[in-house]
């Protein structure tokens, strides 16, 4: 069964016949939200069993045999009975009269309420009544036979017993009034919503016992204690259910709650010892209604925590100014290939998880934008983003810029100390760009974050908790490396939880179009809108290359393209200046060298009109068998393709 937002969590349950009469138009709304379940005995157990473990109840409706199977077998469950009214029994009787001056009464168990009603009902009508009770449904079987042979002709009851009665061909008459069903109803939907808002004050206060940042114990009058968060429990380490509804005096004399009881005077910030290593500061307060104590509660706080949560206040001022966050998200990360549509949309998935995730890519393939894009697209966006490239410090820098330091913990360190990456990326994401060259010895102490979610600075004694999502990203084959043990296996299987890949620019080929404009606008939009022809002439080059650099070196030769257009008259432009920009030989198979300017403007000319022939030789001023010979002569009919 699924929770459904808009339930009133009120299930009615029901046999088939009252099942039959809800669905009625006088009930469409009234009902609407209402969990309407056929069902009668061992069902009925089954069905709200079910509803209770799914938590999608507060409130019962039932009447007759459901009515007191639920109340047997779930006495916790609030359940709101079907009433039979006087008028209701009564107006059953009038209409039994019409079968003959005879009826029955069947009930589950005991209907010994009824009776007064029943034998005035009986004298001033002038009709027998007899009163059945059953047990269990053989039992019907039994009643039904019995009744037939006294040739009673109707049956008064629930819904269970009507349609028994129905089966051995006798009137079936419903107890049940809609107006009883209607009073029902309300006195449930009453029931619930107080339910519901008492459930909202409980769930409120508990949550803010549970998830405030100090230990709180409470007691009543009796010196019992009645509340114990998780944060007490930690503090003193002793588990809440040995606590709970134990003398206080017994089992923690040393919080003076018991004292604070018979005195009724208030103790603020109290320092006070519980063990050799834990020093809490406490309030102690009772607890007055209507100027009597009826209680006293203790809320403390471990005093070193105190220490560590300034410090992290500390490290969280100092990260902020740093100014740790992202510069790119997936709309930077440019192209609608296959390749990079799926890699894109992997990396949003991960990005929701708090799992580290393994970023794998050949050199210039845009990992790091990656990594930035999944810290921006995750719930830790608003959190520090800090990055640290493994392979640009020695061993001993990188160990205390990740774990911080000390002070005096080293030469030429500072005397306050320094907090690591680590710490300043609490709660947010740290980049550990080519990870691959990280040292063994750190690769132990990167575990052991991993592990234990805490650093210990380089020579501090303190552990600190940090919560920090690690996203590494490597050139190299990791797990190669580890089967040469240059990496370890451990560390390589925590870092390889969620692992991404990202295609190289010869996978992604269609994208250099896209990327290309890109590239130029960011240079500058007239520097492409000035020389369309010539970049998409380039375009086609370009898309013949394998790249072996990837993105990065598809830049830097545009870049370079870029700074030559600009510096040079479009008549000057040849394929040596071109092929000298892009930085590789230009004469690799499918493209001919620029050799003319009369090559340019046949290009221009023919990419202007969409390459029809009549068009073009009419701009150009000669025939089409000319306009022919001079396409075959510079090589460019494989640009129709």
Not at 404 to 411: K, L, W
Request: a positive charge; hydrophobic letters at 40%.
């Amino acid at each position: 069964m699924e929770k459904n937002p808009t339930d009133t969590r009120i299930a009615f349950m029901v046999y088939s016949r009252l099942f039959d009469l809800l669905k009625k138009p006088f009930f469409k709304k009234k009902i609407s939200n209402l969990r309407i379940i056929k069902s009668y005995f061992n069902d009925t157990i089954t069905n709200i069993k079910q509803l209770m473990d799914n938590d999608l109840i507060d409130v019962v409706i039932a009447g007759g045999s459901n009515a007191r199977i639920i109340k047997e077998n779930f006495p916790q469950l609030p359940i709101v009975t079907l009433k039979v009214t006087g008028f209701d029994l009564l107006s059953a009787i009038i209409t039994a009269k019409n079968y003959g001056k005879s009826t029955a009464i069947v009930t589950y168990k005991s209907g010994s309420h009824w009776a007064d009603k029943i034998k005035l009902f009986s004298r001033s009508l002038d009709v027998e009544i007899i009163n059945l009770n059953y047990y269990e449904l053989n039992d019907l079987t039994n009643i039904m036979q019995t009744l037939v042979e006294k040739k009673i002709k109707s049956v008064i009851g629930a819904s269970v017993a009507c349609d028994y009665a129905e089966s051995f061909g006798l009137h079936p008459i419903l107890v049940y009034s809609e107006e009883s069903i209607i009073d029902s109803l309300e006195q449930a939907i009453i029931l619930q919503e107080s339910i519901r808002h008492e459930k909202e004050i409980n769930n409120y206060l508990r949550t803010i016992i549970d998830f405030t940042y100090s230990g709180i114990i409470a007691i009543d009058q009796n010196k019992i204690i009645t509340i114990c968060n998780p944060y007490a429990e930690k503090i003193f380490g002793i588990n809440k259910t040995n606590l709970i509804n134990k003398r206080i005096n017994e089992v923690l004399p040393s919080t003076r709650l018991d004292k604070v009881l018979e005195t009724g005077l208030t103790e603020t910030n109290k320092l006070q010892s519980i063990s050799k290593d834990i020093t809490i500061s406490t309030n102690r307060i009772p607890i007055i209604v209507d100027s009597v104590i009826v209680g006293a509660v203790a809320t403390f706080n471990d005093v070193a925590e105190i220490q560590r949560i300034e410090q992290k206040i500390r490290k969280k001022i100092h990260s902020q100014s740093k100014g740790f966050h992202t510069k790119y998200c997936f709309n930077d990360i440019k192209g609608s290939s296959k390749a990079i549509s799926e890699a894109k949309k992997l990396a949003k998935l991960y990005a929701k998880s708090n799992q580290t995730v393994l970023i794998q890519g050949e050199t210039g393939t845009g990992k790091e934008l990656f990594a930035h894009s999944i810290h921006d697209y995750s719930n830790r966006r608003d959190k520090p983003f800090v990055a640290l490239n493994c392979a640009t410090l020695p061993a001993n820098l990188l160990e205390s810029e990740l774990f911080g330091y000390e002070g005096g913990a080293f030469t030429g360190a500072k005397k306050e100390g320094k907090p690591g990456l680590f710490e300043l990326a609490h709660l947010g994401t740290i980049l550990l760009d080519e990870i691959s060259e990280m040292p063994l010895l750190l690769q132990t102490r990167l575990l052991r974050v991993l592990q234990e979610k805490e650093i210990l600075r380089v020579g501090g004694e303190k552990i600190i908790p940090v919560d920090v999502r690690i996203v590494a990203t490597t050139n190299e084959d990791l797990l190669a490396k580890v089967q040469k043990k240059e990496f370890r296996d451990d560390l390589y299987y925590r870092l390889n939880i969620l692992h991404l890949v990202i295609p190289p620019l010869r996978d992604r080929i269609e994208d250099i179009a896209e990327l290309l404009k890109d590239i130029v606008h960011k240079n500058s939009s007239k520097l492409y809108d000035d020389h369309t022809s010539i970049w998409d002439h380039m375009n086609r080059i370009l898309s013949k290359y394998n790249w072996p650099g990837n993105i990065r070196q598809l830049e830097n030769a545009i870049h370079r393209l870029c700074a030559i257009i600009e510096a040079t008259s479009k008549k000057e432009i040849t394929s040596d200046l071109l092929e000298k920009a892009i930085g590789f030989d230009l004469s690799f198979p499918g493209y001919s060298e620029l050799k003319s300017t009369e090559r340019i403007e046949l290009i221009k000319v023919m990419d202007n009109t969409h390459w029809n022939r009549s068009r073009a030789a009419e701009i150009l001023g000669i025939s089409r068998t000319t306009l022919w010979r001079k396409i075959k002569k510079h090589k460019l009919d494989y640009y129709q393709q």
